[in-house]
């Protein structure tokens, strides 16, 4: 997907348009992890999501 493509999500009766926007390139090799934070059993729902950007700074086994 490009830059600027949109991602349209049908849900719970709304429909949902995002836009794709890149992160910025890095001279370096990175890890982006992106995962759900907060669970509520109750309602069955996260609360937030938490990303986090890590930077390589290590091979082992080459």
């Given amino acids: 997907m490009l830059h600027g493509g949109q ?3 049908h849900a719970w009766g709304q429909k949902h348009v995002y836009e794709v926007r890149a992160l910025p390139h ?3 090799d990175v890890l982006t ?3 759900c934070q907060g ?3 109750s309602s069955g729902e996260y609360g937030w999501r938490l990303a986090v950007r890590a930077v390589l700074i ?3 086994g080459q």
Avoid: N, P, R, W
């Fill in 7 to 9: 991602i349209i999500i």
């Fill in 26 to 28: 890095e001279d370096y």
């Fill in 33 to 35: 992890l992106i995962t």
């Fill in 39 to 41: 669970f509520d059993e």
């Fill in 58 to 60: 290590d091979v082992e």
